[in-house]
């Protein structure tokens, strides 16, 4: 009853009652994301990491589930895209299912959606016959921590198994399905299994990043614990725990590279 209780105080109000997988709902969080400053600046800083790992050039920059985000506002020639309709987008279809030809991509772009696949083997399979021999496959995904255990398993709507023995579950929806823990899972404690399955692919980084900023954020459903202008500050502090990150931090950037 406390914990409801405490959800309740915490919650954001606009988001109560709204249906995830409403594509009307994604729409709303979007605005949410890019008016919530300190939000907004979280993500800014994960799209520049994005950018930072695209080489210059033509590139064919493939963004799945895009619908939240803002990722084209900071890189315009990203193909913007979800498995829900909404307007602003580029294109729309299934990530498990990409429209593409084979080796045409030079990028996959994936920031809080990889955990949301119900199919893990699938995407990658799609994903190795679409992106080019060279290509990556960037993404920025929940993480596995001492911190994170407590904070995703008692304070966060999603369903978070370090455990769990599958890369796949069953999924109630494209936004309510998730394991926030399958990034975790597939790149750190099934990695081998995960490079002898696909021998294309290397882990060329993964770095666990970013302990405490977007817990203040309060994300898209909560409200913010701190005031903007203290930014700075939260983001220097976290500098100073960076030794610690392997048992502090919430996310990590990931970076897969196409190898053959």
Partial sequence: ????????????PSTRELDINDPITTSFRREIIYNKKFLRKIYEEWYQLIQNSILPGNNIVIELGSGGGFFEKIYPDVISSDILFCPYLK??????QLPFKNNSLDYLVLINVFHHLPDSNTFFQEATRCVKNGGKILLIEPWVSKFSK?????FHHEFFDPDAESWNFESSGPLSGANGA??????????????????????????PIMP?????????????????WSYSFWKNLEKIFSSQFK??????????????
């Fill in 1 to 12: 009853m406390f914990k409801n209780f405490f959800h309740y105080l915490l919650d954001e």
């Fill in 91 to 96: 294109a729309i279809f299934d990530g498990l």
């Fill in 150 to 154: 407590i904070i995703y398993k008692n």
């Fill in 182 to 207: 399958l990034p975790w899972i597939v790149f750190s404690r099934d990695k081998k299994i995960f490079l002898e399955r696909y021998p294309e692919w290397i882990i060329e980084n993964c770095t």
């Fill in 212 to 228: 405490f900023r977007y817990l203040l954020s309060g994300g898209v459903s909560k409200r913010c614990l701190v005031p903007y």
């Fill in 247 to 260: 048992s502090l931090s919430m996310f990590a950037m990931i970076v897969l590279s196409k190898t053959r």
